[in-house]
């Protein structure tokens, strides 16, 4: 059974970056891409990063360039977004579906809130 669990969000301190993580299991994590994608209220599912299988090629979308960073340990079988100088368009609920560009399998998501 394919599992993705997201965590560390929350409420956003200032000057802190948090890290979000994704924990897989129940597939080969390490043979597939993987992604992060955020729902702000109210808004539909938007593209945020992208990581391919070997954790050599990634991208992310514009207004996170620079700030984001995602990596993977597939050893560990996690997902993870840095989220360095978050603003309050950031807020959203994040997920970690599998795959990239195409998703299959997503979890709960974690919410996170940068405050104004």
């Known amino acids: 059974e394919v599992q993705l669990v997201e965590s560390g969000g929350g409420l956003v301190q200032p000057g802190v970056s948090p890290r979000l993580s994704c924990a897989a299991s129940?597939?080969?994590?390490?043979?597939?891409?993987m992604s992060w994608v955020r729902q702000a209220p109210g808004k539909g599912l938007e593209w945020v990063s992208g990581i391919y299988s070997t954790g050599a090629g990634k991208n992310y979308i514009d207004s996170v360039k620079g700030r984001f960073t995602i990596s993977r340990d597939n050893a560990k079988n996690k997902l993870y977004l840095q989220m360095n100088s978050p603003n309050p368009a950031d807020s959203a609920v994040y997920y970690c579906?599998?795959?990239?560009?195409?998703?299959?399998?997503w979890g709960q998501g974690t919410q996170v809130t940068v405050p104004s």
């Open positions: 129940g597939f080969s994590f390490s043979t597939y891409g």
């Open positions: 579906p599998r795959g990239v560009p195409n998703y299959d399998h």
